[in-house]
DNA sequence: GCTCCAGATCGACGTTCATCAATCTACATA
DNA sequence: TATGTAGATTGATGAACGTCGATCTGGAGC
């Protein structure tokens, strides 16, 4: 993404008359923007979408070696969507020893929803 | 996306003994994974959530003339941004004359802030 | 030590994406 | 009818993505 979301309404405008109301500023500003972004597009695939769907329905962590099996995809695919998941900050791991566990980190999807239900 | 997201456990597991509960499924299938996925996948770009931002706070129609100015980006852009978001249900437009207006369509919003407060 | 296993990382491949300049399509107005 | 204008569409380009097989890493057990 480079560009440069610095939204200063450029207000050039009417070379007639005006087609709508004055001007509308984004609230969102940059920042957020990118984050609430970085959060929907991690969950902007249907299998990282149904991974969260099954971390989050079972309360406390899952381990990976569950979660490969549910997917028609290979082990480096399922451990690629978790990394993707885990960069967004929507979910979380840890591996006490063999075994690698994932669990959903609920603040991020609190924070979209929180968003997704106006501001 | 070439995946058969089929999501029948395939449950073949463990040479040794057991890492965990017995076998988690996921209750969002497919269809609505590819659904909810959509919605997210549109909303997961910087631009195009400072759109929706724009589109919801201001109630009633917006005219492109006014939101393309709003970014540094060409008008083709902007447009290419809209049309992701209509063809994800998310926004509607009409075009009475020569301008065209665009408006949040709820539903969508809705539809995915309900799937993200768990279900 | 050595071997086995779970999971992460790497490298490559084809696909999708965001972006722009150029063009096209309609409506409006003269 | 001809001109101008708003917005959509097209084509091209470079970046990012999803996927896999192969490899690497580090704990477990012999």
């Avoid at 200063?8 to 070379?15: A, D, G, I, M, N």
């Avoid at 991974?51 to 028609?72: I, M, N, Q, S, T």
């Avoid at 960069?87 to 959903?104: F, H, K, Q």
């Amino acid at each position: 993404m480079n560009v440069d979301l610095e939204l200063e309404p450029k207000t050039k405008r009417l070379p007639g008359e005006p087609c709508c109301e004055p001007v509308v500023y984004p609230d969102v500003e940059r920042q957020q923007a990118q984050r609430m972004a970085k959060i929907a597009k991690a969950l902007g695939d249907p299998v990282r979408l149904q991974l969260v769907d099954v971390l989050r329905k079972h309360a406390g962590k899952v381990c990976v070696c569950e979660l490969v099996p549910l997917f028609d995809l290979s082990q480096p695919t399922v451990s690629h969507h978790l990394k993707k998941l885990k960069d967004a900050g929507i979910v979380g791991s840890e591996r006490p020893g063999l075994w690698a566990y994932y669990y959903v980190n609920p603040e991020a999807l609190e924070e979209f929803s929180r968003w997704l239900s106006l501001a």
